[in-house]
Protein backbone atom coordinates (compact mmCIF):
# COMPACT_ATOMS: atom_id res chain seq x y z
CA UNK A 1 0.00 0.00 0.00
CA UNK A 2 0.97 3.40 -1.35
CA UNK A 3 2.44 5.92 1.89
CA UNK A 4 -0.61 7.91 3.52
CA UNK A 5 -1.08 11.40 2.91
CA UNK A 6 -0.72 13.14 6.37
CA UNK A 7 -3.89 15.52 6.66
CA UNK A 8 -3.72 18.65 9.08
CA UNK A 9 -6.21 20.64 7.38
CA UNK A 10 -3.76 23.39 5.82
CA UNK A 11 -1.67 21.85 3.14
CA UNK A 12 -3.92 19.74 1.05
CA UNK A 13 -2.65 20.09 -3.22
CA UNK A 14 -4.41 19.32 -6.78
CA UNK A 15 -2.00 16.52 -6.81
CA UNK A 16 -3.09 15.40 -3.58
CA UNK A 17 -6.73 15.43 -4.00
CA UNK A 18 -5.78 13.54 -7.57
CA UNK A 19 -3.55 11.19 -6.07
CA UNK A 20 -6.00 10.12 -3.55
CA UNK A 21 -9.01 10.54 -6.12
CA UNK A 22 -7.58 8.72 -8.95
CA UNK A 23 -4.30 6.19 -7.06
CA UNK A 24 -6.12 5.43 -4.29
CA UNK A 25 -3.63 6.78 -2.03
CA UNK A 26 -4.55 6.30 1.91
CA UNK A 27 -5.21 9.06 4.17
CA UNK A 28 -3.84 9.65 7.74
CA UNK A 29 -5.05 12.75 9.88
CA UNK A 30 -2.19 14.10 11.91
CA UNK A 31 -2.11 14.80 15.56
CA UNK A 32 -2.63 18.06 15.94
CA UNK A 33 -5.65 17.96 13.75
CA UNK A 34 -7.26 15.32 16.64
CA UNK A 35 -6.49 18.02 18.91
CA UNK A 36 -8.87 20.91 17.67
CA UNK A 37 -11.18 18.18 16.60
CA UNK A 38 -11.81 17.32 20.19
CA UNK A 39 -11.45 20.79 22.22
CA UNK A 40 -14.01 22.05 19.33
CA UNK A 41 -16.38 19.19 20.46
CA UNK A 42 -16.11 19.05 23.79
CA UNK A 43 -17.03 23.28 23.69
CA UNK A 44 -20.10 22.41 21.79
CA UNK A 45 -21.22 20.40 24.58
CA UNK A 46 -20.77 22.81 27.11
CA UNK A 47 -22.59 25.23 25.36
CA UNK A 48 -25.18 22.88 24.84
CA UNK A 49 -25.28 22.68 28.60
CA UNK A 50 -25.36 26.45 28.88
CA UNK A 51 -28.40 26.41 26.25
CA UNK A 52 -26.94 29.17 24.68
CA UNK A 53 -28.83 29.57 21.19
CA UNK A 54 -26.37 27.49 18.44
CA UNK A 55 -27.92 26.83 14.85
CA UNK A 56 -28.01 23.71 13.62
CA UNK A 57 -27.23 22.48 17.56
CA UNK A 58 -30.51 23.70 19.79
CA UNK A 59 -31.95 25.21 17.14
CA UNK A 60 -33.28 24.30 13.97
CA UNK A 61 -31.84 25.20 10.44
CA UNK A 62 -32.83 27.34 7.35
CA UNK A 63 -36.56 28.10 7.63
CA UNK A 64 -36.68 26.27 11.41
CA UNK A 65 -33.93 28.43 12.64
CA UNK A 66 -36.82 29.96 15.13
CA UNK A 67 -37.55 25.91 16.17
CA UNK A 68 -35.83 24.89 19.64
CA UNK A 69 -33.63 21.77 19.95
CA UNK A 70 -34.26 19.67 23.31
CA UNK A 71 -31.30 17.59 23.93
CA UNK A 72 -33.27 14.99 24.31
CA UNK A 73 -33.92 14.84 20.60
CA UNK A 74 -30.72 15.13 19.34
CA UNK A 75 -29.88 12.05 17.52
CA UNK A 76 -33.24 11.97 15.83
CA UNK A 77 -32.84 15.33 14.88
CA UNK A 78 -29.86 14.92 13.06
CA UNK A 79 -30.55 11.91 11.83
CA UNK A 80 -33.56 13.31 10.21
CA UNK A 81 -31.82 16.36 9.11
CA UNK A 82 -29.51 13.41 6.95
CA UNK A 83 -32.30 12.15 5.47
CA UNK A 84 -34.54 15.22 4.58
CA UNK A 85 -31.78 16.96 2.99
CA UNK A 86 -31.00 13.95 0.57
CA UNK A 87 -32.84 15.77 -2.17
CA UNK A 88 -29.93 14.91 -5.07
CA UNK A 89 -30.82 13.64 -8.60
CA UNK A 90 -28.59 11.86 -11.22
CA UNK A 91 -26.53 11.05 -12.87
CA UNK A 92 -24.24 9.60 -9.96
CA UNK A 93 -20.93 10.77 -9.20
CA UNK A 94 -17.70 8.74 -10.42
CA UNK A 95 -15.61 7.35 -7.99
CA UNK A 96 -13.01 9.56 -7.99
CA UNK A 97 -15.00 12.45 -8.10
CA UNK A 98 -16.91 10.79 -4.61
CA UNK A 99 -13.16 10.18 -3.53
CA UNK A 100 -12.36 14.07 -4.39
CA UNK A 101 -15.44 15.12 -2.45
CA UNK A 102 -14.63 12.68 0.90
CA UNK A 103 -11.29 14.22 1.32
CA UNK A 104 -12.27 17.76 0.74
CA UNK A 105 -14.76 17.82 3.40
CA UNK A 106 -12.37 15.73 5.38
CA UNK A 107 -9.70 18.36 4.95
CA UNK A 108 -11.77 21.31 5.93
CA UNK A 109 -13.12 19.62 8.98
CA UNK A 110 -10.07 19.27 10.50
CA UNK A 111 -9.31 22.66 11.17
CA UNK A 112 -11.38 22.84 14.84
CA UNK A 113 -14.38 24.71 13.22
CA UNK A 114 -17.06 22.69 13.24
CA UNK A 115 -17.66 20.96 16.68
CA UNK A 116 -18.33 17.94 15.00
CA UNK A 117 -17.95 14.49 16.80
CA UNK A 118 -14.42 12.73 15.87
CA UNK A 119 -16.36 9.41 15.19
CA UNK A 120 -17.95 11.72 12.20
CA UNK A 121 -14.29 13.01 11.31
CA UNK A 122 -12.65 9.43 11.20
CA UNK A 123 -15.91 8.12 9.38
CA UNK A 124 -14.54 9.93 6.14
CA UNK A 125 -11.06 8.38 6.29
CA UNK A 126 -12.41 5.09 6.86
CA UNK A 127 -14.93 5.71 3.91
CA UNK A 128 -10.96 6.89 1.55
CA UNK A 129 -9.20 3.97 2.93
CA UNK A 130 -11.63 1.16 2.77
CA UNK A 131 -12.83 2.17 -0.28
CA UNK A 132 -16.45 2.74 0.79
CA UNK A 133 -17.39 5.18 -1.71
CA UNK A 134 -21.49 6.46 -1.00
CA UNK A 135 -23.29 6.74 -3.99
CA UNK A 136 -23.58 10.91 -5.02
CA UNK A 137 -25.97 12.16 -7.13
CA UNK A 138 -24.45 15.07 -8.80
CA UNK A 139 -27.76 17.65 -9.32
CA UNK A 140 -29.45 19.44 -7.35
CA UNK A 141 -26.76 22.00 -5.24
CA UNK A 142 -27.50 25.74 -5.81
CA UNK A 143 -24.28 26.28 -4.49
CA UNK A 144 -24.94 27.59 -1.15
CA UNK A 145 -23.07 24.65 0.71
CA UNK A 146 -23.96 21.38 -1.27
CA UNK A 147 -26.51 20.18 1.17
CA UNK A 148 -28.50 18.16 -1.28
CA UNK A 149 -25.87 16.15 -1.93
CA UNK A 150 -23.24 15.69 1.16
CA UNK A 151 -26.32 14.64 2.73
CA UNK A 152 -26.03 11.20 0.38
CA UNK A 153 -22.65 10.91 2.22
CA UNK A 154 -24.79 10.95 5.65
CA UNK A 155 -27.34 8.12 4.60
CA UNK A 156 -24.63 5.88 4.37
CA UNK A 157 -22.70 6.83 7.47
CA UNK A 158 -26.20 6.36 9.59
CA UNK A 159 -26.27 2.56 7.52
CA UNK A 160 -28.81 3.90 5.03
CA UNK A 161 -28.80 4.84 1.48
CA UNK A 162 -26.53 3.26 -1.27
CA UNK A 163 -22.57 2.81 -1.69
CA UNK A 164 -19.97 0.82 -4.18
CA UNK A 165 -17.85 -1.03 -2.63
CA UNK A 166 -14.79 -2.86 -3.68
CA UNK A 167 -17.11 -2.70 -7.30
CA UNK A 168 -20.51 -3.60 -6.01
CA UNK A 169 -23.23 -1.40 -5.83
CA UNK A 170 -24.60 -2.06 -2.22
CA UNK A 171 -26.88 -0.81 0.37
CA UNK A 172 -25.16 1.67 2.97
CA UNK A 173 -25.72 -0.87 5.98
CA UNK A 174 -24.54 -4.10 3.76
CA UNK A 175 -21.33 -1.71 2.65
CA UNK A 176 -20.74 -0.78 6.64
CA UNK A 177 -20.83 -4.50 7.63
CA UNK A 178 -18.74 -6.01 4.86
CA UNK A 179 -15.72 -3.07 5.82
CA UNK A 180 -16.46 -4.08 9.33
CA UNK A 181 -18.14 -0.77 10.39
CA UNK A 182 -21.04 -0.19 12.52
CA UNK A 183 -23.76 2.98 11.74
CA UNK A 184 -22.85 6.02 13.77
CA UNK A 185 -25.16 7.72 16.46
CA UNK A 186 -25.08 11.53 15.66
CA UNK A 187 -24.62 14.16 18.17
CA UNK A 188 -25.45 17.91 18.55
CA UNK A 189 -24.62 19.68 15.28
CA UNK A 190 -23.03 16.24 13.51
CA UNK A 191 -25.85 16.49 11.04
CA UNK A 192 -25.14 19.73 9.81
CA UNK A 193 -21.56 19.33 9.95
CA UNK A 194 -22.31 16.41 7.64
CA UNK A 195 -24.34 18.19 5.10
CA UNK A 196 -23.46 21.85 4.71
CA UNK A 197 -19.88 22.38 3.32
CA UNK A 198 -18.76 23.30 -0.31
CA UNK A 199 -16.60 19.70 -0.37
CA UNK A 200 -18.82 18.53 -3.84
CA UNK A 201 -17.65 21.64 -6.00
CA UNK A 202 -14.20 22.00 -4.24
CA UNK A 203 -13.66 18.21 -4.82
CA UNK A 204 -14.57 18.16 -8.46
CA UNK A 205 -13.45 21.73 -8.94
CA UNK A 206 -9.24 20.32 -7.64
CA UNK A 207 -9.97 17.66 -10.75
CA UNK A 208 -10.86 19.22 -13.05
CA UNK A 209 -7.91 22.46 -11.97
CA UNK A 210 -5.51 19.77 -11.87
CA UNK A 211 -6.60 18.36 -15.88
CA UNK A 212 -6.74 21.63 -17.36
CA UNK A 213 -2.79 22.44 -16.12
CA UNK A 214 -2.02 19.70 -17.89
CA UNK A 215 -3.88 20.46 -21.05
CA UNK A 216 -2.77 23.92 -20.94
CA UNK A 217 0.55 22.86 -21.19
CA UNK A 218 0.03 20.25 -23.91
CA UNK A 219 -1.98 22.93 -26.26
CA UNK A 220 1.29 24.77 -26.16
CA UNK A 221 2.82 21.72 -27.71
CA UNK A 222 0.58 21.36 -30.15
CA UNK A 223 0.53 24.60 -31.57
CA UNK A 224 4.32 24.00 -31.88
CA UNK A 225 4.17 21.58 -34.16
CA UNK A 226 1.08 23.15 -36.18
CA UNK A 227 3.59 26.42 -36.10
CA UNK A 228 5.97 23.75 -37.74
CA UNK A 229 3.36 22.57 -40.61
CA UNK A 230 2.50 25.86 -41.53
CA UNK A 231 6.07 26.59 -41.91
CA UNK A 232 5.18 29.72 -40.02
CA UNK A 233 7.00 33.13 -38.40
CA UNK A 234 8.86 32.33 -34.66
CA UNK A 235 9.39 36.23 -34.44
CA UNK A 236 6.57 36.62 -31.80
CA UNK A 237 7.84 34.22 -29.42
CA UNK A 238 11.08 36.15 -29.62
CA UNK A 239 11.38 36.50 -25.37
CA UNK A 240 12.66 40.40 -25.96
CA UNK A 241 9.21 41.34 -27.71
CA UNK A 242 7.33 39.65 -24.83
CA UNK A 243 9.33 41.25 -21.92
CA UNK A 244 8.07 44.92 -23.14
CA UNK A 245 4.64 43.66 -21.61
CA UNK A 246 5.39 40.57 -19.37
CA UNK A 247 1.81 38.80 -18.45
CA UNK A 248 3.15 35.90 -16.55
CA UNK A 249 0.55 33.35 -18.21
CA UNK A 250 2.08 34.48 -21.71
CA UNK A 251 5.65 34.04 -20.68
CA UNK A 252 5.09 30.86 -19.54
CA UNK A 253 3.07 29.71 -22.66
CA UNK A 254 6.02 31.13 -24.95
CA UNK A 255 8.94 29.86 -23.16
CA UNK A 256 6.90 26.28 -23.18
CA UNK A 257 6.72 26.63 -27.16
CA UNK A 258 10.51 28.03 -27.25
CA UNK A 259 11.75 24.87 -25.60
CA UNK A 260 9.69 22.76 -27.80
CA UNK A 261 11.11 23.96 -30.92
CA UNK A 262 14.79 23.58 -29.77
CA UNK A 263 16.58 22.60 -32.93
CA UNK A 264 13.90 23.16 -34.98
CA UNK A 265 14.74 24.31 -38.51
CA UNK A 266 12.48 27.16 -38.16
CA UNK A 267 14.53 28.70 -36.27
CA UNK A 268 16.83 28.79 -39.55
CA UNK A 269 14.77 29.29 -42.33
CA UNK A 270 12.50 32.02 -43.39
CA UNK A 271 8.83 31.92 -44.77
CA UNK A 272 8.44 35.48 -46.67
CA UNK A 273 4.65 34.42 -46.77
CA UNK A 274 4.54 34.16 -42.73
CA UNK A 275 6.08 37.82 -41.91
CA UNK A 276 2.28 38.10 -40.53
CA UNK A 277 0.87 34.94 -39.93
CA UNK A 278 -3.18 34.75 -39.36
CA UNK A 279 -3.69 35.64 -35.26
CA UNK A 280 -4.73 32.10 -34.33
CA UNK A 281 -0.70 31.59 -34.65
CA UNK A 282 0.45 34.60 -34.34
CA UNK A 283 -1.25 35.67 -30.57
CA UNK A 284 -1.74 31.59 -29.67
CA UNK A 285 0.71 32.29 -26.63
CA UNK A 286 -1.15 35.34 -25.41
CA UNK A 287 -4.71 33.32 -25.64
CA UNK A 288 -2.96 30.53 -23.77
CA UNK A 289 -1.44 32.54 -21.46
CA UNK A 290 -4.38 34.10 -20.22
CA UNK A 291 -5.62 31.09 -19.83
CA UNK A 292 -2.97 29.86 -17.56
CA UNK A 293 -3.34 33.67 -16.03
CA UNK A 294 -7.47 32.84 -15.59
CA UNK A 295 -6.48 28.74 -14.13
CA UNK A 296 -3.78 30.45 -11.44
CA UNK A 297 -6.55 32.92 -10.06
CA UNK A 298 -8.87 30.09 -9.83
CA UNK A 299 -6.68 27.66 -8.40
CA UNK A 300 -5.44 30.18 -5.65
CA UNK A 301 -8.59 30.57 -4.45
CA UNK A 302 -9.92 27.08 -4.90
CA UNK A 303 -6.49 26.44 -2.98
CA UNK A 304 -7.66 28.22 -0.10
CA UNK A 305 -10.66 27.12 -0.02
CA UNK A 306 -9.68 23.57 0.51
CA UNK A 307 -7.36 24.35 3.49
CA UNK A 308 -10.11 26.71 5.47
CA UNK A 309 -13.51 25.99 7.04
CA UNK A 310 -16.79 26.82 5.57
CA UNK A 311 -18.81 26.21 8.40
CA UNK A 312 -22.04 27.74 9.41
CA UNK A 313 -22.17 27.95 12.52
CA UNK A 314 -18.46 28.53 13.16
CA UNK A 315 -16.55 27.30 16.31
CA UNK A 316 -13.94 29.77 17.75
CA UNK A 317 -12.24 27.52 20.45
CA UNK A 318 -10.00 29.49 21.58
CA UNK A 319 -12.27 32.60 21.96
CA UNK A 320 -15.45 30.20 23.74
CA UNK A 321 -17.73 31.57 20.91
CA UNK A 322 -20.20 30.01 18.08
CA UNK A 323 -21.32 32.26 15.81
CA UNK A 324 -23.47 32.45 12.73
CA UNK A 325 -21.86 33.44 9.60
CA UNK A 326 -21.58 32.91 5.47
CA UNK A 327 -18.43 31.38 4.90
CA UNK A 328 -20.09 28.90 3.08
CA UNK A 329 -20.55 31.65 0.52
CA UNK A 330 -18.11 30.23 -2.89
CA UNK A 331 -18.56 32.68 -5.17
CA UNK A 332 -14.68 34.21 -5.04
CA UNK A 333 -13.96 31.10 -6.45
CA UNK A 334 -16.71 29.99 -8.70
CA UNK A 335 -16.84 33.20 -11.00
CA UNK A 336 -13.28 31.99 -11.18
CA UNK A 337 -14.20 29.24 -12.92
CA UNK A 338 -16.62 31.50 -14.80
CA UNK A 339 -13.55 33.06 -16.23
CA UNK A 340 -11.45 30.22 -16.77
CA UNK A 341 -14.73 28.78 -18.90
CA UNK A 342 -14.61 32.02 -20.99
CA UNK A 343 -10.88 32.17 -21.45
CA UNK A 344 -10.94 28.27 -22.27
CA UNK A 345 -12.96 28.77 -24.94
CA UNK A 346 -10.61 31.61 -26.42
CA UNK A 347 -8.32 28.76 -26.66
CA UNK A 348 -10.78 26.21 -28.00
CA UNK A 349 -11.59 28.80 -31.11
CA UNK A 350 -7.90 29.84 -31.91
CA UNK A 351 -7.37 25.91 -32.06
CA UNK A 352 -10.12 25.64 -34.60
CA UNK A 353 -8.99 28.01 -36.72
CA UNK A 354 -5.40 26.65 -36.69
CA UNK A 355 -6.94 23.69 -38.04
CA UNK A 356 -8.74 25.45 -40.96
CA UNK A 357 -6.02 27.33 -42.39
CA UNK A 358 -4.29 24.09 -41.97
CA UNK A 359 -6.32 22.64 -44.25
CA UNK A 360 -6.78 25.75 -46.59
CA UNK A 361 -3.90 26.55 -49.48
CA UNK A 362 -3.44 29.83 -49.67
CA UNK A 363 -2.16 29.67 -45.89
CA UNK A 364 -0.21 26.23 -46.30
CA UNK A 365 1.02 25.85 -50.09
CA UNK A 366 -0.42 22.37 -49.67
CA UNK A 367 -3.55 20.38 -51.16
CA UNK A 368 -7.01 21.85 -49.87
CA UNK A 369 -8.04 19.38 -46.77
CA UNK A 370 -4.24 18.24 -46.41
CA UNK A 371 -5.55 15.70 -49.07
CA UNK A 372 -2.53 13.06 -50.18
CA UNK A 373 -4.50 13.18 -53.28
CA UNK A 374 -6.53 15.76 -55.13
CA UNK A 375 -7.85 13.39 -57.71
CA UNK A 376 -8.91 10.60 -55.69
CA UNK A 377 -9.32 11.87 -51.78
CA UNK A 378 -11.38 14.49 -49.78
CA UNK A 379 -8.74 14.24 -46.55
CA UNK A 380 -9.80 15.95 -43.81
CA UNK A 381 -12.51 18.08 -45.06
CA UNK A 382 -15.70 16.82 -43.20
CA UNK A 383 -13.30 17.13 -39.55
CA UNK A 384 -14.17 20.95 -39.99
CA UNK A 385 -17.60 20.12 -39.23
CA UNK A 386 -17.12 17.68 -36.02
CA UNK A 387 -13.87 20.96 -34.45
CA UNK A 388 -16.37 23.85 -35.09
CA UNK A 389 -19.32 21.85 -33.85
CA UNK A 390 -17.54 21.13 -30.39
CA UNK A 391 -16.09 24.60 -29.96
CA UNK A 392 -20.12 26.03 -30.47
CA UNK A 393 -20.51 23.65 -27.66
CA UNK A 394 -17.65 25.04 -25.64
CA UNK A 395 -18.87 28.44 -26.02
CA UNK A 396 -22.58 27.46 -24.62
CA UNK A 397 -21.01 26.18 -22.02
CA UNK A 398 -18.73 29.09 -21.41
CA UNK A 399 -21.74 31.60 -20.55
CA UNK A 400 -22.15 32.21 -17.02
CA UNK A 401 -24.48 30.11 -14.81
CA UNK A 402 -23.28 31.93 -10.76
CA UNK A 403 -25.97 34.69 -11.32
CA UNK A 404 -29.24 32.13 -12.02
CA UNK A 405 -30.40 31.69 -9.01
CA UNK A 406 -34.12 31.92 -6.60
CA UNK A 407 -34.61 33.38 -2.69
CA UNK A 408 -35.59 30.12 -1.07
CA UNK A 409 -36.44 28.54 2.30
CA UNK A 410 -39.19 31.48 3.13
CA UNK A 411 -36.94 33.90 1.31
CA UNK A 412 -33.88 33.97 4.05
CA UNK A 413 -31.45 31.71 1.47
CA UNK A 414 -31.67 34.70 -1.35
CA UNK A 415 -28.03 34.26 -2.76
CA UNK A 416 -25.95 30.82 -4.21
CA UNK A 417 -23.48 30.45 -7.09
CA UNK A 418 -24.51 27.64 -8.68
CA UNK A 419 -20.61 26.65 -7.72
CA UNK A 420 -21.22 22.52 -8.85
CA UNK A 421 -22.54 23.77 -11.99
CA UNK A 422 -19.99 25.85 -12.84
CA UNK A 423 -17.35 23.66 -12.29
CA UNK A 424 -19.11 21.05 -13.86
CA UNK A 425 -19.44 22.57 -17.26
CA UNK A 426 -15.99 23.75 -17.02
CA UNK A 427 -15.32 20.25 -16.58
CA UNK A 428 -17.46 19.53 -20.32
CA UNK A 429 -15.68 22.15 -22.11
CA UNK A 430 -12.08 20.15 -20.82
CA UNK A 431 -13.22 16.99 -22.59
CA UNK A 432 -14.35 18.87 -25.57
CA UNK A 433 -11.37 20.65 -25.84
CA UNK A 434 -9.65 17.13 -25.67
CA UNK A 435 -11.59 16.20 -28.47
CA UNK A 436 -10.17 19.82 -30.50
CA UNK A 437 -6.82 19.21 -29.92
CA UNK A 438 -6.55 16.12 -31.25
CA UNK A 439 -7.78 17.27 -34.31
CA UNK A 440 -5.13 19.93 -34.81
CA UNK A 441 -2.43 17.49 -33.91
CA UNK A 442 -3.91 14.95 -36.37
CA UNK A 443 -4.06 18.05 -39.19
CA UNK A 444 -0.33 19.43 -38.13
CA UNK A 445 1.32 15.75 -38.30
CA UNK A 446 -0.81 14.95 -42.12
CA UNK A 447 1.05 18.94 -42.95
CA UNK A 448 3.96 17.81 -41.79
CA UNK A 449 4.28 14.49 -43.99
CA UNK A 450 3.20 16.55 -47.31
CA UNK A 451 6.00 18.57 -46.50
CA UNK A 452 8.22 15.34 -46.90
CA UNK A 453 7.83 14.13 -43.67
CA UNK A 454 10.98 13.98 -40.57
CA UNK A 455 13.98 13.31 -41.52
CA UNK A 456 16.85 13.82 -43.75
CA UNK A 457 15.00 14.93 -46.81
CA UNK A 458 11.85 16.23 -44.62
CA UNK A 459 11.70 18.87 -41.71
CA UNK A 460 13.55 19.15 -38.90
CA UNK A 461 11.37 19.24 -35.98
CA UNK A 462 11.66 20.37 -32.64
CA UNK A 463 12.81 18.27 -29.58
CA UNK A 464 9.46 18.30 -27.89
CA UNK A 465 7.20 18.70 -31.31
CA UNK A 466 9.58 15.26 -33.17
CA UNK A 467 8.41 13.31 -30.00
CA UNK A 468 4.72 14.41 -30.13
CA UNK A 469 4.41 14.01 -34.15
CA UNK A 470 6.23 10.11 -33.58
CA UNK A 471 3.35 9.41 -30.50
CA UNK A 472 0.80 10.21 -32.55
CA UNK A 473 1.74 8.16 -35.69
CA UNK A 474 2.74 5.52 -33.26
CA UNK A 475 -1.09 5.02 -33.34
CA UNK A 476 -2.85 7.11 -36.14
CA UNK A 477 -0.58 6.77 -40.09
CA UNK A 478 -0.45 9.18 -42.52
CA UNK A 479 -3.93 9.70 -44.17
CA UNK A 480 -3.00 9.05 -47.84
CA UNK A 481 -6.15 7.48 -48.84
CA UNK A 482 -10.35 8.30 -47.75
CA UNK A 483 -10.78 6.18 -44.32
CA UNK A 484 -13.09 6.25 -40.88
CA UNK A 485 -11.66 9.64 -39.73
CA UNK A 486 -14.10 9.28 -36.35
CA UNK A 487 -11.48 6.32 -35.70
CA UNK A 488 -8.40 8.50 -35.76
CA UNK A 489 -9.93 11.87 -34.00
CA UNK A 490 -10.88 8.89 -30.91
CA UNK A 491 -7.34 7.54 -31.08
CA UNK A 492 -5.86 11.21 -30.77
CA UNK A 493 -8.38 12.33 -28.32
CA UNK A 494 -6.79 8.97 -26.14
CA UNK A 495 -3.95 9.91 -26.49
CA UNK A 496 -4.77 13.40 -25.40
CA UNK A 497 -6.65 12.05 -22.24
CA UNK A 498 -4.22 9.25 -21.61
CA UNK A 499 -1.22 12.35 -20.88
CA UNK A 500 0.46 10.39 -23.72
CA UNK A 501 1.13 13.01 -25.76
CA UNK A 502 2.34 15.28 -23.07
CA UNK A 503 4.59 12.48 -21.50
CA UNK A 504 5.86 11.71 -24.55
CA UNK A 505 6.97 15.28 -25.53
CA UNK A 506 8.35 16.40 -22.20
CA UNK A 507 10.70 13.25 -22.38
CA UNK A 508 11.42 14.40 -26.23
CA UNK A 509 12.68 17.43 -24.70
CA UNK A 510 14.70 16.18 -22.27
CA UNK A 511 16.55 13.91 -24.54
CA UNK A 512 17.26 15.87 -27.20
CA UNK A 513 17.68 19.51 -25.31
CA UNK A 514 20.88 19.60 -23.12
CA UNK A 515 19.85 22.83 -21.72
CA UNK A 516 16.77 21.06 -20.31
CA UNK A 517 18.72 17.77 -19.33
CA UNK A 518 21.73 19.86 -17.52
Known amino acids: MPEALLLDGKGLTFTDVHNVA ?46 IIDKAFFESFNRNLIRSHAAGVGPAATLPQVRAVLLARLNTLLLGCTGVDPSVVRRYAEFLNLGIHPILPLQGSVGA ?14 GEGEAEYRGRRVSGAEALKLAGLVPLALGP ?14 GMGALVLHEIRKLL ?59 QDPLSFRDACHIHGA ?30 RILSCANFEPLSWTLGFEMLGSALHHVSRSSCYRVIKLGTPAFTGLSRFLTADDNTSIGYCTVQKTVTSLDAEIRHLSNPASADYFA ?5 EDHASNAPY ?22 AAQAIDLRGGVGANGLRLGSATRALYEALRS ?22 KSGELLQAANQGSLSLNPSISS
Not at 31 to 42: G, H, Y
Not at 232 to 254: F, H, K, M, Q, T
Not at 297 to 319: G, H, I, M, W, Y
Request: hydrophobic residues 45%.
Open 291 to 320: ALDSLKFTADFLELQLNSSDDNPCVLVDER
Open 475 to 496: RVPFLEKDRNVSTDIEAAYDLV
Open 422 to 443: VVSKTGAILDRLRYIFGIEVLH
Open 145 to 158: ADITILSHIGLVML
Open 189 to 202: KDGLAIVSANALSA
Open 22 to 67: HDGKPVEISPAAWERIQASRRLIFELAEEDVPVYGLNRGVGWNKDR
Open 408 to 412: LAGDI
Open 217 to 275: ELADLVYALSLEGLRGNVSPLDEGILRVRPYPGLLESAARVREALWGSDLWDTYNPDSL
